[in-house]
């Protein structure tokens, strides 16, 4: 993980499959203000390009990173508006 963001907010949608990871870190995220950081571990290994891929194609949002673990894959939104 960068040292160059702070965790507002974890999210854990451990055990949930397509599509629920992306829709609650939507859920999730639009609770936060700008600027704050939403940390969000699944173990579906999907959401690595489900999650990536609605960051890219969503307004106010940013991915600022990924981490692939063992059992638990990590995930970094900012909103950004």
């Known amino acids: 993980m ?11 949608v451990k055990g949930a499959s397509c599509p629920m990871p992306v829709v609650k870190t939507k859920s999730a ?3 936060l203000a700008e600027g704050e ?3 969000v571990l699944a173990t579906d ?5 489900d999650i990536d891929g609605w960051a890219s194609g969503t307004a106010g949002v940013e991915l ?3 981490e692939e673990g ?6 970094y939104v900012r909103k950004t508006k």
């Open 29 to 31: 995220i639009d609770d």
């Open 64 to 66: 600022v990173d990924q």
């Open 2 to 12: 960068s040292a160059d963001y702070d965790i507002t907010e974890t999210l854990d």
């Open 37 to 39: 950081i939403l940390e």
């Open 70 to 75: 063992d059992d638990v894959y990590k995930h």
């Open 45 to 49: 290994s999907g959401s690595m390009s």
